[in-house]
């Protein structure tokens, strides 16, 4: 069982930046993959970026690429998301997700576990 606490999220403008964390309980972190999910009011879930296991292998949704960046550090159980240059339509809820597993999973359908969620806000 690993249960996920995001945290990080606030109400920026446009162009700042936030660092979204997720702390993940559990002595395995380390063999599970990760991701990082949004969902904007009226909106759908969509994916933002995932990382591999070790940290070796990640992938980003195109609206966000270049922008973002997805890091962990397997000692502190974490995983991270670095938004830079932040848009009005980055405003979500930022919700993170971990699955056993040896490869990136980009398909929130594949994870079986979910933090709370933490919301980001960009004005214009």
């Known amino acids: 069982q690993v249960q996920l606490v995001e945290s990080g999220g606030g109400l920026v403008q446009a162009g700042d930046s936030l660092r979204l964390s997720c702390a993940a309980s559990?002595?395995?972190?380390?063999?599970?993959?990760a991701g990082w999910f949004r969902q904007a009011p009226g909106k759908e879930r969509e994916f933002v970026a995932a990382?591999?296991?070790?940290?070796?292998?990640?992938y980003y949704a195109d609206s966000v690429k270049g922008r973002f960046t997805i890091s962990r550090d397997n000692a502190k159980n974490t995983v991270y998301l670095q938004m830079n240059s932040l848009k009005p339509e980055d405003t979500a809820v930022y919700y993170c997700?971990?699955?056993?597993?040896?490869?990136?999973?980009?398909?929130?359908?594949?994870?079986?576990?979910w933090g709370q969620g933490t919301w980001v806000t960009v004005s214009s």
């Open positions: 997700a971990a699955k056993g597993s040896f490869r990136v999973i980009i398909r929130d359908y594949e994870y079986n576990y």
């Open positions: 559990g002595r395995t972190f380390s063999s599970y993959a």
């Open positions: 990382i591999s296991y070790s940290g070796g292998t990640t």
